[in-house]
């Protein structure tokens, strides 16, 4: 197989994943106009039950550690907020249609997620230390939990292929995008923001999806987001929390540090939280079963 026939095959793979659900795009539509209010979510989601009981299963989890039970559909989402809503109905979403899709051979599904997980959680500390707004915090999570679902076409698509460049990285010491780039032609990242854009999921999903390997290259308006995630994704891959085929990531790109404000300490501060926030994220995987 050439270059440009692996391309293809991705890009065939991509465009066979199932589809978001409506009412799924429906609530990110809604959400992204600057007046939303929360009876129009409301008014979407309660014809949705399974988006419904997704909502009220996060709501009364360990997630969100509350005292009293929420019964009620308007009370959950006034109180998570109209922000948070959209990111859980489109990181439920985007799990439950990755999450079912099978994956062999260069990647194990438990490995990968604990990572994504991982660099989610770690994405909304890093945020949080910074003061970022609180209301946008949840988007780092998203952001963080979503950033690599490129390599799943890869991984199921190219299968041994993959295997190889994966073995490339490993005997060189080089970071996997790199190998992929060099061997491929393109990289994860770029198959990421294909998604993205196939599924319509915002542009600061699909702009951390497609830089966060290449934050130099990024001078949008999600950069305080992609850098995060570029430096979220470093430290769970030095940390080996969980694996996503990085073995030996290249180092955070210059200046990114410095202009988060942070270094690499902080990882040694926030490790022990990164474990206990990650065993309650986990409910973002279980909630879409
Ligand atoms: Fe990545
Ligand atoms: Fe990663």
Known sequence: M????ELQRVETYVGRMPALPVTVTK???????????????NRVISVDPVLMARVMK????????????????????????VNTVKNLALSTAVVGAIGKSE?????????????????????????RRRGIDPRLIEEYFIAGLLHDIGKIPLNNALKE???????????????????????????HADVGRL???????????????????????????????????????????????????DRFPARPEEGTY???????????DIE???????SKAEIFLKIVE
């Open 58 to 81: 996060l709501i009364n989890s360990a997630y969100y550690g509350l005292e009293a039970k929420v019964t009620s559909l308007s009370r959950a989402i006034i109180m998570l907020g």
């Open 195 to 245: 998604i993205g854009e196939t599924w319509n999921i915002g542009t600061a999903a699909i702009d951390t999806l497609g830089f966060h390997h290449a934050v130099a290259n990024y001078a949008e308006e999600h950069r305080d987001l992609v850098m995060t995630v570029h430096i979220a994704n470093y430290f769970m891959n030095i940390a080996e929390v969980g694996f996503a085929g």
């Open 27 to 41: 609530v990110i539509e809604i959400c992204n106009q600057p007046d939303t209010s929360p009876i129009d979510l």
């Open 103 to 127: 994956i062999s051979s260069a990647l194990n599904m438990q490995g990968f997620w604990r990572h994504s997980l991982g660099a989610g959680v770690t994405a909304k500390l890093i945020a």
């Open 272 to 278: 022990d939280e990164v474990d206990a926030e990650i």
């Open 2 to 5: 050439d270059a440009a026939q």
């Open 161 to 187: 292929r993959y295997v190889n460049v994966l073995g490339v990285a490993d005997r060189e010491h080089i970071g996997l995008a790199a190998a992929e780039q060099r061997e491929l032609g393109f990289t």
């Open 258 to 268: 410095r202009a988060l404000g942070i270094d690499l300490s902080l990882l040694d």
